[in-house]
């Protein structure tokens, strides 16, 4: 018991630094590490599955709306980019470019991809000739590079990785309803694979994303009260495709523009799991989306482990014929307790112990990672039973993390009210914006927060501007964000 205390104390309360607890449980789980170039980080192997896991979920559900995967080229010319000038002129600051390739000097300068609107436009141009070709729905797995000035691991770094989703559609009802459909996919995801509760809405005109006609996001609260955009799904209406002559040949014979959509979320979404989820004892990860579902420990005297271990291992075969991810430590030179804290610490839902009596008994204990509560369950029930927790738990951390939200969230009238509650109680507020870019800079200005999204469905309807006084003609949710 001393060494869980001891282990325990290693990593920093979450009230009394939240940073500082972040980078240490991100770092003892052994999720990345830092690598030598500033701003990126190096995934490791329970880092990475993570990731693989968010993936395969996410791609069934891409394919199961009829896109496709493809691949595009990390370096895109920059005369792309002058094609689309709002678009380059959100993204340069963070551009990486490459000029020169060993002694000579590019003829034109190549951008390291930030995003692919442009040279996917390009393609997309040769490829669709007629109303035949449309819809074209398709999906990329890539890395991306946006030289970041402030970093944090997963959060925000020079270097991530993505999936970015780029449609081409004949009408502009066809594009607006693939937009949202994604976001919907987004929050389904979200809400029901990571358990993170999130809002649903369109970004302001002054953070919509550059070149687009509409952006609408989905947001989720940290567990300091700040915010992280999950995804974002973009409306390019004709935007990209005059300036890339995406055109083709209408049932009526006449050349027409198509519409465009793109759509992306990325590994930010561990940040945001951890973020959400963790508490002072480290990572608590839901069962759906986790590497390890439960892991299996043999505990007792070294006289009983050739009884013992044979048997956990059979629980674990058992096990994973049906279909769970289960792990064994069966090693004797590490402590029970070790383990115990090890495996808490790294978020495995379950954690199934088997001793001497237990094996007496034909029972096993399995204990929560949510809540520490202790189950005695017959090995004969074992299976439907650890179903039914890990059921439990999905939900439980999703309804933990949505009550969070709403202790923190509340409708203001007044810039007091809001700054009040975004920096001393931390939280999101509910205010009233008239749709001037005026109001919504002095918000951030004074208050520190952005607006995070206009809410397809708000609890309330403000009716009047927190910063003017004058009539609002949108509510917002505003807040601090990563």
Known sequence: MAKEKEFVKEITPQGEDFSKWYIEVITKAQLMDYSPVRGCIVFRPDGFELWEACQRELDQRFKATGHRNAYFPLFIPESFFEKEKEHIEGFNPELPWVTQVGDDKLEERLAVRPTSETIIGHMYSQWIQSYRDLPLLLNQWANVVRWEKRTLPFIRTSEFLWQEGHTAHATAQEAQEETLRMLDVYTEFMEEVLSVPVIRGQKTPSEK???????????????????????????????????????????????????????????????????????????????????????????????????????AHELVATLRQVGYRVGIDDREDVSPGWKFNEYEMRGIPLRIELGPRDLAADQVVVVRRDTGEKILVPVQELVERVRELLDVIQRS??????????????????????????????????????????????????????????????????????????????????????
């Not at 209406?237 to 209408?250: P, R, T, V, Y």
Request: hydrophobic share 40%; charged share 25%; net charge neutral.
């Open 209 to 311: 994303f550059p070149g687009a006609v509409a952006t609408y996001s989905i947001e989720a609260m940290m567990r300091d009260g700040k915010a992280i955009q999950a995804g974002t799904s973009h409306n390019l209406g004709q935007n990209f495709a005059s300036s890339f002559k995406i055109e083709f040949l209408d049932k009526d014979n006449e050349r027409k523009l198509a519409y465009t959509t793109s759509w992306g979320m990325s590994t930010r979404i561990l940040g945001a799991l951890i973020m959400v989820h963790g508490d002072d004892r480290g990572l608590q990860l839901p069962p759906r989306i986790a590497p390890t579902q439960m892991m299996v420990i043999p505990i007792g005297p070294a006289k009983m482990r050739e009884h013992v271990v044979p048997a």
């Open 397 to 482: 951390l999703f309804d933990r993390a949505r009550a969070f939200r709403e202790e923190h969230s509340s409708p203001v009238e007044t810039m007091e009210a809001l700054q009040e509650r975004v920096r001393e109680a931390r939280g999101f507020a509910l205010a009233g914006w008239c749709g001037d870019e005026a109001c919504e800079a002095a918000v951030k200005e004074q208050t520190g927060a952005t607006s995070r999204n206009i809410p397809f469905d708000p609890p309330v309807h403000q009716k009047t501007c927190v910063h003017c006084q004058k009539p609002a003609t949108h509510t917002v949710w505003f807040g601090r964000a990563y």
